[in-house]
């Protein structure tokens, strides 16, 4: 199996796609959740023959890229202000900037209470606050992974073969083929049911690289009730 990364032009608009050649002897556009289009197409497959098939179903692929382009990740405008909320593992805490000589984050009693020497400089706050979710992320992160693999009837099947945590605008997570696993840094503000949804479906990936029948059997398998926490992510971090 090959991959190969192309760029098709559709008017004013780029379809950026990804050709994984298998022996099969059909050709197939998928649209993923990520709004990402992969072909699968026969090794012997011209490039010609497959964006000749792409160009007739550019207006479908642009259709769904704008579909499921409603439900990814879309960073809310912040302050980073004294009694601004923000999210953390899907409970909502208030804001509070207080003056101090050191600098630090806490969570307490409802609160995010951030401690600065610089507490009129909102962009200091806001440097804090993603400091402190970057950790919060590294540390939740890995406790949820181990939790998702005892889903699976071999766990070590589905282990990643590494973790990073990145902020990133168009996905929540995703399955290497090198078998790393990346996860959004905002998912931390999400319920952990949802995190929970993210980590599975990208473990499930493994051993299913795309989204066909095989990948859902293998989800609907581990987590049954997969489509209810897809929903509320959805809800919650809109």
Known sequence: MTRELHCLQYGEQEIQYEIVRRPRKTLEIAVEPDASVVIAAP?????????????????????QQRYFSQFLPRTPERRFVAGETHLYLGRQYRLKVVPHVQESVKLIRGFIVVQTHRPTRPEVTR???EAWYRDRAHIKFPERIELCLGL????EAF????????????????MSPAGRLLLNRRLVQAPVDA???VITHE???????????????????VMPDWERRKQRLERAMA
């Open 127 to 129: 440097e804090l606050v």
């Open 152 to 155: 699976f009837p071999d766990p």
């Open 43 to 63: 090794e012997d497959a011209t490039l010609d023959a497959i964006e000749a098939k792409l160009r007739k179903r550019a207006a479908w692929v642009t259709r």
């Open 203 to 221: 473990l499930c990936h493994v051993a299913e690289p795309h989204h066909g029948a095989a990948f859902f059997d293998l989800l609907d398998k």
């Open 195 to 197: 995190i929970d949804y």
């Open 159 to 174: 282990r990643p073969k590494g973790l990073i945590v990145r902020q990133t605008r168009q996905r929540w997570g995703s």
